[in-house]
Structures are given as C-alpha cells and as structure tokens.
C-alpha cells in the first residue's frame, strides 16, 4: 500500500524569502502526486500534481514542486512567499488502484 | 463551474440525534469519496464509491455511520445515534476515476454534537 510523509508539522518564513514543504512517499508502481492547500473553513484545494514527464511542476499561485525519484520525495516550493500563501498544505499519493492517501499536512505560516 | 456542494456547512446537534450530511458531486465525476477531518486524526477517508457503488468503506468508524449514493448526482452520510466523539468537519470529494486524475473538495460540514 501506498503511504506519503509531511515530516514537518510546522513551516515558518518570511515574506519574500523562497518556501519549501516537504514530502516523501512510498509506493509501488508509478506515482501519482499531488499538492493541496487549505485555507481556514475551507475544503482542500488543488494545487499541482505529477503524472509523468518533466520533474518540475509548475502549479497555481506561483508554487511548483520537484519530483525526485531517487530521494522519493516531492517537495514543494515558491521562490517568493506571501503572507497570504499561510494554510494548511497536504501532499497526496494515489496508484492505479485509484487508492489515494494524504499526509497528515504541514501548517505554513509566512510573517510579514 | 460548480464544485461540489455540501450541505448543511453547519450543524449542531444533541448526541443520540440522527445526522444526515448531504453531498452533490461535480457533474459527470464518477468517483466520490467522504472524508473526516479532526484536529487529533487529521483527515480520515470513510468510504469511496466508483459509479454509486460503495467500493471501500473500511474507514467507516461504526455501524452507526452509513453512507448512499442513489444516483450520480448525490450522495449522503448518515450517523444514527450521533455521539460527541463524531464531532469533526466532514468533507465531500469528487473526481474522475483515473488515477492522474485529482480529487475536488467541497467546504465541508462543521457537525457538533453536544
């Protein structure tokens, strides 16, 4: 089975400084992954995924992420935070099963 | 385009009480998934269905805790008796069922139960 790992709770930064949120994953066969954000009161909310192709994908409100293969890891990352970037972030793992599993989320919190 | 809609967004409740949380799903998603979201747990799938066929409700805490989806463009999740510790936020996700494919999430019903 398939499983992903956020190994920070908590990501603090400053505005204008680059972010990055972790995540590894564990899974057999080829991975499908994905970024979600959530913003207080809300539901979660797409941000970018990695199907195949070129490592680094680019996504909404200026994030991408890197996929590394070897590290098994896909972190994700702005070159520039805003204070408004501030939610709950949650990586994802789904197979072709359709069987997918999200991390128990990292809360960024950017100061101005 | 509408996303998926989760009805009621707030219900406070005493325990013992029948709870029903509704959910209309993106037109033409084929996958529908309920989620549980606690601060101590985080967020915990309940059950998934595939064309309105449960396929995995391992998650589903209870026998108190049943779900339906008589259609495509609706689904419920019931608990009967509610009970304090049921308090969380529950969502409502839809998708297309291929596994590139990403999961859309409504805005969640806030369920206290006093």
């Known amino acids: 089975a398939q499983s992903v790992a956020q190994p920070e709770d908590q990501v603090n930064v400053a505005e204008g400084n680059p972010l990055t949120v972790k995540c590894t994953y564990s899974v057999s066969g080829n991975p499908y992954l994905f970024w979600y954000v959530q913003y207080p009161n809300r539901g979660l909310q797409f941000l970018l995924k990695?199907?195949?192709?070129?490592?680094l994908v680019k996504g909404s409100y200026g994030f991408e992420a890197e996929f590394n293969k070897s590290q098994t890891s896909f972190h994700l990352k702005k070159p520039s935070a805003l204070v408004s970037d501030s939610a709950l972030y949650f990586c994802a793992v789904r197979d072709n099963n359709n069987d997918m599993r999200f991390g128990a989320g990292t809360r960024l919190t950017v100061k101005p | 385009d509408a996303g998926v809609i989760q009805s009621p967004r707030h219900e406070v409740t005493e325990m013992g009480q029948e709870v029903t949380l509704r959910c209309k799903p993106i037109s033409g998603h084929n996958s529908l998934f309920w989620y549980r979201q606690t601060m101590m747990r985080g967020l915990e799938l309940l059950i998934y269905f595939n064309n309105n066929v449960p396929i995995d409700d391992s998650g589903m805490p209870e026998d108190r805790f049943s779900a339906k989806m008589p259609n495509a463009s609706f689904s419920t999740l019931k608990i009967q008796p509610s009970e304090p510790r049921d308090s969380a936020v529950y969502f409502c996700?839809?998708?297309?069922?291929?596994?590139?494919?990403?999961?859309?999430f409504g805005d969640g019903t806030r369920l206290s139960i006093l």
């Open positions: 990695y199907i195949t192709g070129d490592n």
């Open positions: 996700a839809s998708s297309l069922t291929r596994g590139s494919q990403p999961q859309h």
